[in-house]
Nanobody, 115 residues
């Protein structure tokens, strides 16, 4: 069974930085892509960023230039660097690993941005 474990969430002030980690139980190259999503209270879960098997990255417009997705294959870990955070970045951040016709979710990590 594929497992994804997120960590690194916490409370920060606007303008600060945070780095999230997603540890995957399998080889990262076993998946077409690994992505970060987030869900704010009362809202749907939205796409944030992804990195595919070739290392190509994509970002939601709302985080372009502020967030960076990266990976360490040896550590089976995908990271999400959050810089210049805003109050609207407050959400539970989830990691997702995709294979054809199926995907797996982690349990999420809370990020709260407040002054």
């Amino acid at each position: 069974q594929v497992q994804l474990v997120e960590s690194g969430g916490g409370s920060v002030q606007p303008g600060e930085s945070l780095k999230l980690s997603c540890v995957v139980s399998e080889n990262i190259f076993d998946f077409n892509s690994i992505s970060w999503y987030r869900q704010a209270p009362g809202k749907e879960r939205d796409f944030v960023a992804s990195i595919n098997v070739n290392g190509i990255t994509q970002y939601a417009d709302s985080v372009k230039g502020r967030f960076t997705i990266s990976r360490d294959v040896a550590k089976k870990t995908v990271y999400l660097q959050l810089d210049s955070v805003k109050a609207e970045d407050t959400a539970i951040y989830y990691c997702r690993a995709d294979i054809p016709f199926r995907y797996y979710w982690g349990q999420g990590t809370q990020v709260t941005v407040s002054s």
